[in-house]
């Protein structure tokens, strides 16, 4: 299986080319693109599933960890989500061209903020294919272009895939350069210096990864490095829903990055509190790692220092009791990765304190960590989550793909007469939107 | 005139615990903290304009050019200006807390997107002092701490208009510390590896600089490193408009980055308008560098290939024709920088492709490329003009100082009921506000 090293300059001059083309076309030729997308993956799905037949042999061969195969998979189950998804984001309203701001600034002349594609992205993946059809199709929809690095072990698959969406673009009209393929670290590493054409890398992976991105280009990142996410169960909570929230949060899904790695307890709920929550934990099959006090009520393994900085991902969770509201929302904000933090509590007003101190992508109130999540915010679809603070925070679905620019259509002012006086401002707020 | 060198790392806890604070304060804290330093800077003016007649001696000394000297003034004039600049600002409505998006997720569970600060930001300014003012209450307003680093030759204006806005915002009952000055370029290069401190960069100066900056911090960066703004003028323009415009965007102000540095025009209107265009660019002082084809029209110097991505910001302009519409897209796209670029032509449909299809933060018909400023759009004030895609685009206004965070509010559901079908999603958008 050999991968050739590719000319990153020429694919991405030809992104770019694509993008001016694709950024101009109208929403019913980019949902054309999409719904000849799933009708495309349908009709070759043969050749698709050899691809990913070989792929899985050569995975087994070297011995690849069991969730890994798990996600290599695209069988007919796989294509039939992918199809839905891929009609459902067709019938998103257009996430282009509503106008956010309309001013007129002087007699004759408004400006206007129109909503518009970023450019070309870069998105590097994890093993899943069905993430390839995913994230191309958000772009798409997005009129961006897309620059795609999935996993090493998929790559048979990956590439029929990137064919099946060049392909339905081209008959839709669109320029198929939209959707391009990297297929090493090569690749990537020649694209991290492309930053007059590439305008956003948006990097899935470990913490360690999206530094190497970003020590290592000057194009914008955007992704989350890390899912350190808690529950504080105040000393005003509901004990048996508190239960409830800190048990899901840790044990519906323990591999993904809104579970929650470390359970907070106010010292005077702690009592009554620890015994039901140890138990239930412990019967999930989790390995508590508690603080001293925690300790005293029940018994588990003693929590070292860098356990309050550390993503288990696993069936481990530390907990530690707090004095007050103020040391729980301190601790967060100190240990935590700023992704998803939920407090459980009957005040409204304690509940208010921590949503406005958290500085986390989300807090919750009295709700399960596990709902960070796009789809079930209700965006349709997400490219990822971001725990950065700028541009996009939080799940990025397709809102999180479009800038904006300002356009002002005038009638010959100029600088000069404003400033003599002979034109004055009027900053009169418009309610329509930009007529071009 | 000594600077020290700061503990940058201590300095950014001190940010960051001031923000936590900053963060959670009423509207009416923030503007009182506005209108304070209006007051004080009023109160204490004599201090301010001795340390500044002090480094007018200094730069004088060492022989600052004319123009940097004329911008370190900081009089009485200025001085009205900033105080007149506090209070509008503080006038203006409230940039946090608002509910951008609200959904119920499921029965008794909804999601709210709401505005909140970004947290800490450094920001690298030029000479002007009043900058400083400005700057830091932007911030202010919108509940950010900043770094604040000025020009050298400012420093002790500088450290008096600083401490200045430390004391506004303590009698406002606000941390002095959401304020906190940088002295040495030993202090920005420090700041850079706070990444775990410090949320964005805003650095305002050379392209140069900014590239030094993106290369050596993980923090993002918000900015704009040139100004390469074009004036395209189309077979179908107005002659006498287009002359008008073109002559404003090149010569109303020749150093700032919103200033022409490239007339395009189109050959067929080329005999027809190059002749006025070039007399009245003549007339202002400016050099003309044409292409051949402008150079058999009008006499003018030859124009090398550097010329069209040099941002001269002086008394120059390149001229070059072109052969249709798409031409000039092309050109601009290729050789612009994203800033600011206009049409002239009465053609509503060359407009538009003009305006769809080049890729600046802002896209002009019929007006001068020195409207782009965030007063002018009816900001209020600025913080910069972003001539990248990501996060803010064009002049950064409070707006820009921005970012959100979703705040779910539930009764104790969790993922395990979605997934077991016991609960069902309702997706129904709410047009409520956040109530906490």
Known sequence: METTLRDLHEMSLRSRKAFYDLSA????ARNQALLALARVLEERYEAIQAANREDLRAAEQDHLAAPLMHRLVFDRKKLNQVADGLRALAALPDPLGKTTYAMEITEGLSVYRVVCPIGVIGVIFESRPDALIQIASLCIKS???VLLKGGREAIRTNRILCDCVRLALEEAGLPFDSAQLLESREDVASMLKEDALIDLIIPRGSRQFVRYIMDNSRIPVL???????????DEFAEPALAVKVALDSKVQNVSVCNAAETILVHEKIAPAVLPPLCDALKKAGVEIRGDEAVRKIVPCVPAQAEDWETEYLDYIVSVKTVASLAEAVE???AYGSHHTDCICTASEKNAAVFMQRVDSAGVYWNV??????????GFGAEVGIATGKIHARGPMGLEGLTTYKYKLIGSGQTMAEMK?????????PLSDTCPL
């Open 25 to 28: 076309a109208s929403l019913n």
């Open 143 to 145: 009129g961006n272009a």
């Open 223 to 233: 992704g989350h490095s890390d899912g350190i996410c808690h529950v504080y169960i």
């Open 331 to 333: 601790h967060i904000n």
């Open 368 to 377: 399960s960590t596990r709902f960070a999540d796009g789809f079930v915010y």
């Open 420 to 428: 003599s006086g002979e034109r004055a401002y009027t900053h009169n």
